[in-house]
């Protein structure tokens, strides 16, 4: 393509989706497998991808999009073993630790490290605020609270990233 | 990274292009797909179809060059996905171009890549006809700046979408064919194609 003004580069451009998808589908894939089980995986990696093409625009660092795809994919493979489980909190806490010991080696940003260290309940609020974009109301039903409790998980999850990383 | 980091779990090459087709198919179904593409194959080598929901933005040449898919998430947006069947309409219009059967595209046309200068330059020559030849400095004259034969030049050879607005119709007066973005060798096939003389 010939185009009249070419647009500045940046470390901060993001690759056509269609390359994560090249580049990634198939360890996502993996993951959701060891994560959820074979029958579970196809419905979690279209929910995966499709979360993250909503909010790929807006995201800010295009340095570890494997580490961003993963991070989302843990936090569907969670949402789908608590509703499974319906027992919501210790649905999250399983599926929290099975996260802990289940984590791929990957070489992710600092940040993604940080957020996962955070306690189960913020890592799932803050992930599904700002890596998915969902909405307050829709993190409280996805994690059987108020609307109210999600913010303040999303807040005090913040609060201990800013500390952390000060 | 290797993909033995994270374990093979059973995972076949078929499975993961099931869940990819499935998820190809709701982000569709959900609008999520900003700019969709696809290869063609012409006479005059593959080519790389882009369109958004206006319409048609982008027809590049060496279907393969991936900087075109870059230039595109810097410029429109990075929501991009392979989608053949969104582009069908276009690929049956340059099918039949290429045929000979069809002399006028009709499928709508996305200028979001194209300034207004280009704009002005690229929507006059979407009106010269099949088979005719206009010069660089016909078309300066046309858009009213008589002295901008080389601006012209230029706004041509940035065309987005070669071949479905035809900047191949410019030509040097004296019939030297000038240049082309494509290359002068698909220039004088498609000229030869559309029966023109470029005699002036």
Redesign the interface.
């Known amino acids: 393509m010939h185009v009249a003004d070419r647009a500045p580069r940046s470390a901060h451009r993001l690759p056509p989706f269609e390359a994560l998808l090249d580049d990634h589908a198939g360890a996502v894939l993996r993951f959701l497998v060891r994560r959820v089980g074979s029958v579970d995986a196809e419905d979690c990696f279209q929910e995966t991808f499709l979360a993250a093409l909503r909010a790929y625009p807006r995201l800010q660092d295009a340095q570890n999009l494997r580490g961003w795809l993963l991070t989302i994919a843990r936090n569907k493979a969670t949402d789908l073993q608590r509703d499974a489980a319906r027992r919501p909190l210790l649905g999250d806490e399983a599926a929290a630790s099975a996260a802990t010991v289940d984590q791929p080696a990957e070489s992710d940003g600092e940040l993604w490290e940080s957020v996962r260290r955070l306690p189960s309940k913020q890592r799932s609020a803050v992930a599904m605020r700002f890596v998915e974009d969902r909405s307050y109301d829709d993190i409280a039903r996805a994690m059987s609270t108020t609307p109210d409790a999600a913010r303040q998980n999303v807040s005090a999850g913040i609060k201990r990233l800013r500390r952390e990383r000060a | ?1 290797t ?1 033995s ?7 076949t090459a078929a ?2 292009h ?3 087709d ?2 190809r198919l ?2 569709r179904a ?1 609008g ?2 900003d ?1 969709a ?1 696809a290869l063609a194959d012409s006479p005059i080598g593959p080519l790389l179809l882009a369109g958004t929901d206006a319409g048609l933005v ?1 027809v ?1 040449f060496d279907g393969e060059n ?10 429109l ?6 989608d053949p069947a969104r582009l069908d309409p276009v690929r049956r219009e340059l099918d039949a171009y290429f045929e000979g059967k069809l002399r006028d595209f009709t499928v709508p046309v996305d200028w979001a ?3 207004p200068f ?1 704009r002005r330059v690229l929507d006059l020559t979407a009106r010269i006809p099949y088979g005719e030849v206009s010069s660089y400095s016909d078309v300066a004259r046309s858009i009213g700046a008589p002295r901008a034969a080389r601006a012209v030049g ?2 041509l ?4 979408i070669p071949v479905v607005v035809p900047c191949h119709r410019v030509v040097r007066i004296g019939g030297d064919l000038g240049g082309y ?1 494509g290359g002068l060798r698909r220039k004088e096939f498609l000229l030869s194609l559309e029966g023109a003389r470029p005699r002036l």
């Open positions: 990274m993909a980091n994270v374990g093979t779990a059973g995972v499975r993961l099931t869940a990819v499935g998820f709701r982000a959900e999520l797909v700019v593409y982008t590049a991936t900087g075109v898919l870059d230039e595109l998430a810097a410029r947006s990075p929501r991009i996905l392979r890549l194209v300034g280009g230029n706004a050879g940035a065309n987005p973005g």
